[in-house]
């Protein structure tokens, strides 16, 4: 019988074989990986010990480091898994061209995700917003997908190049873990670099400097603004112990 690793490796495969920058597998594609990744758990991948969240940090005042397992990688897709601590983050940030499917394992965290308000926005007040100076110091404005708490089990989460929350952030509410697999991943050659977000609340002004009483929810969007990769994001790889992939 197939482990489920391995079946995981082998549809990625299959669904990501186009390995290009920007390409969306077809709706029934989503659908099969997303059907493996619901059968996935933990123990499948040997990620049974609570040791990896019991690592000293170098200094008392560090933020704890998150770990990452890497499992595998090649230029069409990439699968690994992130353990985050207790009040761990991995902070705001994008994947651009890439479609991302992540599962819970096990635990419960924060996950806030963005798209990013395109020209042709339809509402009154946000088409003034984009055509009115709001986007100064670099900032973009960006509507809110995702806003909740999630705990294991729940959906595996999908996002695309230009929907589904291609911008999120993860904040660990207990200790948990993510599985994440990158269709394609991550390529300076390629440039696709993740860049990373500080988001603003969004508030409507009229042309005159005026706030505006807006009829649309503001908490549903808000400005965000490109920064360094922040000195308190720590990743500390630590080694695959599940079942060997073989490749075909």
Wanted: aromatic share 10%; proline share 8%; glycine share 6%.
């Amino acid at each position: 019988m197939v482990n489920m690793v391995q079946r995981l490796y082998e549809t990625c495969k299959d669904v990501f074989r186009n390995g290009e920058s920007g390409y969306v597998p077809p709706p029934a594609d989503i659908q099969r990986l997303t059907a493996v990744l619901d059968g996935v758990n933990a123990e499948d991948m040997n990620l049974t010990s609570m040791r990896l969240f019991r690592r000293r940090r170098s200094r008392q005042h560090d933020p704890p480091a998150i770990i990452y397992i890497h499992i595998y990688e090649c230029r069409q897709f990439s699968i690994g898994i992130f353990c985050l601590p207790a009040c761990g983050v991995i902070p705001l940030h994008d994947h651009p061209g890439m479609t991302v499917l992540s599962k819970l394992l096990f635990g419960s965290m924060h996950l806030k995700s963005f798209d990013w308000v395109e020209n042709d926005a339809s509402t009154s007040i946000i088409h003034n917003a984009l055509h009115q100076g709001q986007q100064q110091g670099g900032r973009r404005l960006a509507k809110v997908k995702v806003d909740a708490d999630l705990s294991a089990p729940c959906d595996v989460s999908v996002l695309f190049p230009a929907a589904g929350g291609n911008m999120h952030c993860f904040r660990a509410l207990t200790p948990c873990a993510i599985l994440d697999v990158l269709g394609p991943p991550y390529s300076q050659t390629q440039a696709r670099n993740c860049t990373y977000y500080h988001d603003f609340p969004f508030t409507p002004f009229s042309s005159d400097g005026g706030e505006l009483k807006a009829d649309v929810d503001v908490k549903g969007y808000a400005w965000l603004e490109e920064r360094a990769k922040p000195e308190s994001f720590i990743v500390a790889p630590a080694p695959y112990s599940g079942p060997t992939i073989l490749e075909r």
